[in-house]
């Protein structure tokens, strides 16, 4: 079992960027893969970037690619978001999530086990 403690989310002007963190706590983050999700009002939960166990594999909505990053601090049992060239487009709650899959990548909210509590993420135009 594994405690997840989103931080990081704040007000940006749009072209800002953010970084966000996911601290896990009671186990290692090394054995869950990792997603951040997102969910603005009226809207569906969405996957954002993915990440396995191994790091090996990755999924980044289209919507993201090449402006957020997903990486992992296993030193410090923390799971990094950093998001550049944000747009209000962006603005949400965002989650982290974990699983308890070894070398795959979730994409499916569904499947994850464990929830942090989210982060507002604001991006003002």
């Known amino acids: 079992q594994v405690h997840l403690e989103n931080s990081g989310g704040g007000l940006v002007p749009a072209g800002g960027s953010l970084r966000l963190s996911c601290a896990g706590s009671?186990?290692?983050?090394?054995?869950?893969?990792i997603g951040w999700f997102r969910q603005a009002p009226g809207k569906e939960r969405e996957a954002v970037p993915c990440?396995?166990?191994?790091?090996?594999?990755?999924y980044y909505a289209d919507s993201v690619k090449g402006r957020f990053t997903i990486s992992r601090d296993r030193a410090k049992n923390t799971v990094h978001l950093q998001m550049t060239r944000l747009d209000p487009e962006d603005t949400a709650v965002y989650y982290c999530?974990?699983?308890?899959?070894?070398?795959?990548?979730?994409?499916?909210?569904?499947?994850?086990?464990?929830w942090g509590q989210g982060t507002q993420v604001t991006v003002s135009s």
């Open positions: 999530a974990a699983a308890y899959l070894d070398s795959v990548v979730v994409v499916a909210p569904g499947v994850y086990d464990y």
């Open positions: 009671g186990n290692s983050l090394t054995y869950y893969a």
């Open positions: 990440i396995s166990t191994n790091d090996e594999n990755t």
